[in-house]
């Protein structure tokens, strides 16, 4: 089963600055296969970034993402008051085919 | 517009049955797969269930594995997830999802806004 780690738990960070979110799996995943969620309270989870480097439809281009094998990284070059929300990765692959990170909440400093 | 919207979420007792249904609109409903997704009160995403664009192929999380059944019927652009044996750790707010990408599985672009499972005495 691919576990997937994510870190910090929680990132306190001010409007402007840069974040860095990491998420670690437990054995390689297939970069065609991670995405990136964001949630806000009382809203369903949208998707910014898949194939572990491509925007979404939409997604402003400040968000990006990188990695490969078991480390991949979502980054937020400067960061809108609209950005502080959980963030989750998630992968396809093996059984138990899909996996969620546990989440990294983004607030605001 | 691309829409999923998520129905049949009530309040039932432990062991009862439900199903839930999700309508789309707005893409080809038969090239895609789909997904359940469910996030219990205060905690994170955790993947239910898939089933590819012919409803010839479905998988489930272990957690649910021979209780739920998932199914679509293309003629009515309709996703369903028939829960049985229902526990209080089955209670969430339900998710419907499309994959991004035709054919396969990958990752969800489009989500609905959910519909809520309640299993208490």
């Known amino acids: 089963e691919i576990v997937l780690t994510q870190s910090p738990g929680t990132l306190s960070l001010s409007p402007g600055e840069r974040a860095t979110l990491s998420c670690r799996a437990s054995?390689?995943?297939?970069?065609?296969?991670l995405a990136w969620y964001q949630q806000k309270p009382g809203q369903a989870p949208r998707l910014l970034i898949y194939?572990?480097?491509s925007r979404a439809t939409g997604i402003p281009d400040r968000f990006s993402g990188s990695g490969s094998g078991t480390d991949f990284t979502l980054t937020i070059s400067r960061l809108e008051p609209e950005d502080f929300a959980v963030y989750y990765c998630q992968q396809y692959g093996s059984s138990p085919f899909i996996t969620f990170g546990q989440g990294t909440r983004l607030e605001i400093k | 517009e691309v829409q999923l919207v998520e129905s049949g979420g009530v309040v039932v007792q432990p062991g009862g049955s439900l199903r839930l249904s999700c309508a789309a609109s707005?893409?080809?409903?038969?090239?895609?797969?789909m997904h359940w997704v469910r996030q219990a009160p205060g905690k994170g995403l955790e993947w239910v269930s898939l089933i590819s664009w012919d409803g010839g192929s479905t998988y489930y999380a272990d957690s649910v594995k021979g209780r739920f059944t998932i199914s679509r019927d293309n003629s009515k652009n309709s996703l369903y997830l028939q829960m049985n044996s229902l526990r209080t750790e089955d209670t969430a707010l339900y998710y419907c999802?499309?994959?991004?990408?035709?054919?396969?599985?990958?990752?969800?672009?489009?989500w609905g806004k959910g519909t809520t499972v309640t299993v208490s005495s």
């Open positions: 707005g893409f080809t409903f038969d090239d895609y797969t």
């Open positions: 999802a499309k994959d991004i990408r035709v054919y396969t599985v990958s990752n969800m672009d489009v």
């Open positions: 194939g572990a480097s």
């Open positions: 054995q390689s995943v297939s970069s065609s296969y």
